[in-house]
């Protein structure tokens, strides 16, 4: 009798995944609701204006990432958890996060501004705000980085028993990222309580996912670890927040991590600095025409007569006020002190 194969009794050996993920079913919605992410979208679409507005003018420094067309993503996932319980982390592009975070728009656009009234008293700028309050850890300006530290929330989630959930966005371009998947192996082992969340805009800084990725199926990049991965379709809110309602479901069930890939589109270049020459106008109009996340929602909401023109026009009209009153609040309110510069530093010998 010939031996059996280490290599199939070593497979063989292998546990069994848990149940299959259930298929993500668009979101049951009602008129308050929708509404409401209707105005958060829009929000963080009029607030990313008004900073691109306010860049050009020389009013905000350094780097700025702007959100514009990627509202959907935030809005439907965020409008499922748990202020106070769960956490946030994402990259540099962190405005529309830390809005859908309900964090009052005056200080993140003060703290664009470099303000000593900003979320991080203007010493953080666009790519470094925080919020332990609001359960929101931080933009991060290294690509990436921000994943082992949502691994660690997770980590901390579980071990404290709290019951919460980190949710850990991230871009297609940090996807490749060699930190991203140690954290997958550890998320997984351990059965962390961890939404890896990837933000697929189909460009990273400027190369087309499809030529810098042998698999640019990104949902698919969790299975050598056993994480299950659902693929979403980004711009529409209904869509992202039904898989988060199964995403939430399989999390605090015990079942360990989940990878989510929003497939979503952005309007503006990686940066402010970015002419976006890589792709065509035609193809950034079309997306426009036809995915917008903010148009078809508001073309929902009138067609299930949960509102009127009127009414949206007043939404509208809030929003745009709101905006105003955050951007004056931003160039009047004062500079930090000097004495700034000596706070907040750790300095030690190690």
Known sequence: MPKASPVKAATKAIPDRFDALPEPVRHE????????????????????????????????GGFCHLYIGQEAVVTGLQSAIQPGRDSVITGYRDHGHMLACHIDPKVVMAELTGRAAGISRGKGGSMHMFSVEHGFYGGHGIVGAQVSLGTGLGFAH????????????????????????????????????????????QYAMGTSVNRASAEDQLYRRGESFRIEGMQVDGMDVLAVRGAMNSALEWVRGGKGPILLEMKTYRYRGHSMSDPAKYRSRDEVQAMRDKSDPIDNARAD???????????????????????????????????????????????ERY
Do not use: C, H
Request: glycine share 8%; net charge negative.
């Open 158 to 201: 579980k071990y404290k028993a709290d019951g919460g959930v980190a949710l850990t966005y991230f871009g297609d371009g940090a996807a490749n990222q060699g930190q991203v998947y140690e954290s997958f192996n550890m998320a997984e082992l351990w059965k962390l309580p961890v939404i890896f969340i990837i933000e697929n805009n």
């Open 301 to 347: 909401i009138l067609k299930r007569g949960f509102a009127d023109e009127t009414a949206l026009k007043e939404i509208e009209k809030v929003i745009r006020a709101q905006v105003a009153e955050a951007a004056d609040f931003a160039e009047q309110a004062p500079e930090p002190d000097l004495a700034e510069l000596y706070t907040d530093v750790l300095v």
């Open 29 to 60: 919605t009602n008129v308050a609701e929708y509404l409401e992410f209707y105005r958060m979208m829009l929000l963080i679409r009029r607030f990313e204006e008004k900073a691109g507005q306010l860049y050009g003018m020389g009013l905000i």
